[in-house]
């Protein structure tokens, strides 16, 4: 049996987090976007825990973030026990009159062996999986420079060519700008962005945000990206865009090149650049994109259950 149990007993056990969004520090900061916040462990099994919002009358993890998991006390643990927690959540669910739940694993990046487990125990046991979530990553530490299509650093070279120039910015008024050719870009796309200048620095308040500007020889800005280093190996990329009315000038790729180098300089094994699509709908254009500057694919799982299922 599921019970809840107070943040200071949750993180006796639970003291790592295999991502940055089951992190105290991060449920704090959006924890006023549920209705209140509960941490459920096992009754006399205290290896797996779940740290979720209840909104709506429905149990939510994530509540207000791109995935959320579980907590465990190490990644090989007994199928059973997974099994048995996730069998729990139902119980759980009726017998505090809820309507159901909504978990997304984060992708096997952040926690390959216990993923696998999870995925295979939601769907043993009747839960809904939706449409599973295409995510594009890079290996930083196969990436030497060089690329899968040769256009990349043709267009590299171009970028150079054209004196744009790559720049780590953190006073007010750049990251202002960053976060301005970002949202236009997201706009002239059709694209909605789903956070706020506001929101960014606010994150930016309990996980460390890169942000990021390429300029051209006359100051003018016409890139920029906005990344988060919440993990010790894993950097992630939240928003990357460019002026769109002169992408043919390599804006993007430069961006790339320069990112991925400035995170392997800091030893950063991967780059998370996130989900490519909509509610499991693929953009192709951006996987493809993704793909000739070397990332490889991996999926998100989104898994629910109902109460008045049978």
């Known amino acids: 049996m599921l019970v809840e149990v107070s943040k200071d007993k949750y993180r006796r056990h639970f003291p790592i987090d295999s991502n940055p969004y089951i992190s105290e520090p991060f449920i704090d900061l959006v924890k006023s976007k549920a209705d209140r916040v509960i941490r459920l462990m096992n009754e006399g099994c205290n290896s797996i825990g779940l740290i979720a919002g209840i909104k709506d009358n429905v149990i939510r993890a994530p509540f207000s973030a791109p995935f959320a998991g579980f907590h465990y006390t190490h990644e090989h643990l007994l199928y059973n026990e997974v099994e048995n927690f996730v069998s729990n959540l139902k119980t759980y669910v009726t017998d505090n009159n809820l309507d159901g739940l909504i978990i997304t694993l984060p992708p096997d990046l952040y926690q390959t062996n216990m993923n696998a487990k999870f995925i295979n125990a939601f769907y043993r046991l009747g839960y ?145 650049l996130g989900t490519s699509g909509v509610e499991g709908e693929p953009n192709v254009g951006l996987i493809r994109f993704k793909e000739i500057h070397n990332c490889a694919a991996s999926l998100k799982f989104t898994f629910s259950w109902s109460s008045d299922k049978n």
Not at 169 to 187: A, G, K, L, T
């Open 128 to 272: 809904n999986m939706s449409t599973p979530e295409i995510i594009n990553w890079i290996d930083l530490k196969k990436f030497d420079g060089t690329w899968v299509k040769n256009t990349v650093l043709q267009n590299y070279n171009k970028a150079i060519n054209n004196n744009l120039t790559f720049h780590v910015v953190s006073d007010e008024q750049s990251i202002n700008y960053v976060y301005d050719i970002i949202f236009r870009n997201r706009e002239i796309q059709g694209r909605k962005i789903h956070m706020s200048l506001e929101d960014i620095i606010k994150v930016k308040s309990v996980i460390p945000v890169d942000f990021f500007l390429v300029k051209d020889i006359y100051g003018r800005k016409k890139g920029a990206g906005v990344f988060y280093r919440g993990h010790d190996k894993i950097a992630q990329g939240i928003f990357v865009g460019d002026d769109m009315e002169n992408r043919s000038l390599g804006i993007m790729d430069l961006l790339y090149s320069k990112i991925y180098n400035f995170y392997k300089e800091l030893d950063y094994d991967v780059i998370d």
